[in-house]
């Protein structure tokens, strides 16, 4: 079926200062987010534009706004000002669980704000998927009350969100939750021209936001209350106008009677019809939730007064660390004695001494290095210890804890849920590629008899298993992720080293002679260099197929997980996704530019006589990965961009190579591409479409995705 793109949406490769739009994240009544990149900072980021729908069109320049009336003037303009007055205010603040704006700018007839980019999903998405759609409860408060912290800085400031709710809470693939969508715009808009139901969501808005009282920090209060409740019990509380006259609110922990009697009624407080009876700050309700996290079940004394806010209880840790203070002082004193004493000992009896205390240092040196890495627990910290102390007095410990780190792993793996993004953690403490959780299943594999392009002698059907879920990278590996490689163990790729006799890499040049495009290696060409620009966040290319298997035993020795190349068959697997039509979003080719960097009307600006899809996707050569939709398992550019490489050796016949991984050492074989480049046309774009070189070969277009077992 095709896929309708909605004629209010900026074209992708769009450029606002130094910006590039990619693809709407979302796409409300008075904006739409967009995934972006800066090109300065070489990240991606989330990119908002009022507009209003109500009131505004796109121009005919596909860029700018324009108004269906003249009429709509005075309320377009009022929520403008209030847009850019919620981007200045969130400017002032950097909290880890709020949204942060660090970009403002006015173009195009409107108003934009930058904010940070997070991977991950709704807590609205995430209830859906849990048993019964609900949390414990444990786990519900230590996800809330980070956010509470953020909030009570913003209530600070005399600033309101006035809609909180799930959908409004993103849950980052590092499990932090970041309260989103302040929407200040929409609610000054709304209180000139909509009706009430467009600006507060029933079940988390308060009585006073349907106009019965004023609104102040008890209004979020009550939709905090409202989140934590769907969280813990999978239900939403009634409106709250429905319990006006009688009130229905059924008592959490009539629904779930292991909550602790003090957080039901701190909820229920919180959850108070009349805004007089609700806990007064957010600070307060935030510090009864962090008591009940922190003692559970037992008796806490409620925190009554507002002075309490004024007040807090002293902070016992201050108390030990005088203590601790105290100590440290002793301890100097008494090594200032033992070392003073030295003076007096003989010329052969202070170099005895020196040594055992060298020695003595020494060990305690690895003793603390081991306490670290064990309190740490990683298979990253583990081999950093192993790293340091290869044969020390803990190695033994350390390869035993990797062992069980490794089985703990699969268990995490076995308890992902399906399709849900994760990155593991390398050894400096930063994440890994972006992967995605695949099910195991059954697939036809090749193209039908009648699919166009279809190659005959090498994409006949047949029915493979999968017998493992697995997980695969949610894009291609990207220019500053083989970075990071190629920095921390001064790998030289094949390209750079003129491997196999093959100078630099193979790419597209004009012969001016005949003025035809041909293709040849040109040495001084590689990764960092491949003749056309590039950002971090672009797909690596210039990679053979020994580079790409590099970079993926790195990763499995940074993560202690095994990554590796997709086999042939898990590829295909993956990218069709359950369709069996010739693309995953059907057959017709001329639909790929809104899933897919290929061939297209932009690349005859400089290729005048290639064959191309009959689309315009705004990019020559490659695009940051991710800037287009992906398919349904979640999966970006699976088709185009560049060829990714496989660990399978080529069978022309589909003998079960498909199947397996050739190991590394062995070269003698063709190795399998799939997936087709920013450089094909339509009949190379298909998720059966096979491309074979030999393992040495490196282009302009070929790059690669992992696969971690």
């Not at 890499?505 to 012969?511: D, F, M, S, T």
Request: glycine fraction near 6%.
């Amino acid at each position: 079926s095709v896929v309708l793109r909605s004629p209010l949406l900026l074209p992708i490769q769009t450029r606002l200062k130094h910006y590039v739009i990619g693809q709407p994240l979302g796409q409300g009544s008075f904006g739409i987010t967009y995934r972006g990149f800066d090109t300065q900072k070489k990240t991606l980021v989330a990119i908002k534009e009022y507009c209003p729908s109500e009131f505004v069109a796109r121009h005919k320049d596909q860029y700018s706004l324009t108004l269906h009336s003249e009429q709509a003037q005075e309320t377009f303009d009022i929520g403008l000002r209030s847009f850019r007055n919620e981007a200045q205010l969130l400017k002032r603040f950097y909290h880890g669980h709020i949204v942060r704006v660090f970009n403002y700018f006015d173009a195009h007839r409107t108003a934009y704000l930058v904010m940070d980019y997070y991977e991950g999903e709704t807590l609205q998405a995430y209830l859906v998927r849990q048993p019964r759609q609900r949390l414990p409860w444990q786990e519900a408060l230590a996800l809330l009350v980070p956010v509470l912290d953020g909030l009570q800085q913003i209530h600070a400031q005399k600033v309101l969100h006035r809609d909180i709710k799930p959908a409004n809470l993103y849950l980052t693939t590092q499990n932090r939750l970041i309260l989103l969508d302040f929407g200040s715009a929409r609610q000054v808009v709304a209180g000139h021209s909509r009706s009430l139901t467009t600006i507060l969501t029933p079940g988390y808005a308060p009585v006073e936001q349907y106009g019965v009282e004023s609104q102040g920090p008890w209004t979020d209060i009550y939709a905090v209350a409202a989140t934590l409740y769907r969280m813990i019990t999978g239900r939403t509380p009634p409106p709250a106008t429905d319990r006006i006259l009688s009130d229905t609110l059924q008592s959490p922990v009539e629904q779930i009677p292991d909550i602790p009697l003090t957080l039901n009624s701190a909820l229920l407080q919180a959850l108070a019809v009349r805004p007089q009876q609700r806990v007064p700050s957010i600070g307060q309700l935030n510090r009864q939730f962090q008591a009940i996290l922190d003692h559970g079940a037992e008796t806490i004394r409620p925190l009554e007064s507002s002075l309490a806010e004024a007040y807090p209880p002293p902070n016992k840790f201050k108390q030990w660390t005088v203590w601790l203070a105290v100590a440290v002082v002793v301890v100097g004193i008494t090594v200032g004695v033992t070392l003073g004493s030295l003076a007096l000992l003989n010329n052969r009896a202070i170099s005895e001494e020196l040594q055992i205390r060298q020695e003595s240092l020494s060990v305690d040196h690895e003793l603390n290095v081991w306490q670290e890495k064990e309190r740490c627990g990683t298979n990253a910290c583990y081999l950093a210890y192993l790293d340091a102390y290869p044969e020390g007095r803990y190695a033994v410990s350390a390869r035993a804890r990797i062992e069980q780190e490794q089985q703990r792993l699969k268990a995490a793996t076995s308890s992902l849920q399906l399709f849900q993004v994760f990155r593991d953690q390398l050894r400096d403490g930063s994440q890994g590629p972006a992967m995605v959780l695949i099910p195991k299943g059954e697939f036809q594999m090749g193209s039908p008899d009648k699919e166009v392009g279809r190659d005959r002698d090498a994409e006949h059907q047949h029915w493979v298993k999968i017998g493992e879920s697995f997980a695969i990278g949610q894009y291609e590996i990207t220019v500053g992720e083989f970075r990071q490689f190629a920095n921390a163990t001064r790998y030289r790729t094949d390209a750079e080293r003129n491997t196999g006799g093959l100078k630099g890499c193979y790419l597209a040049y004009y012969e001016s002679s005949t003025g035809h495009y041909k293709y040849r290696y040109q040495e001084n060409f590689n990764w960092k260099n491949p003749k056309f620009s590039q950002e971090e966040n672009h797909p690596v290319v210039c990679i053979s197929w020994g580079d790409a298997v590099a970079y993926a035993a790195w990763l499995s020795e940074q993560t202690g997980s095994t990554y590796r190349l997709p086999t042939e068959a898990e590829w295909e697997y993956a990218a069709r996704a359950k369709t069996t039509t010739a693309r995953y979003w059907g057959n017709d080719p001329d639909q790929a530019c809104l899933y897919a960097n290929v061939a297209d009307l932009t690349i005859r600006q400089e290729f005048s006589n290639w064959d191309i899809h009959n689309c315009t996707d705004r990019s020559v050569y490659t695009m940051p990965v991710g800037m287009l939709q992906p398919n349904r398992w979640k999966l970006y550019d699976m088709l185009g961009n560049v060829w990714e490489w496989t660990c399978s050796a080529y069978d022309k016949n589909y003998s079960g190579a498909e199947k397996q991984c050739v190991p590394s050492h062995n070269w003698d074989s063709d190795r399998v591409a799939r997936g087709g480049a920013w450089s094909d046309s339509p009949l190379g774009v298909r998720s059966a479409k096979r491309f074979n070189t030999t393992p040495m070969y490196r282009s302009g277009g070929r790059g690669f995705r992992v696969v971690r077992e």
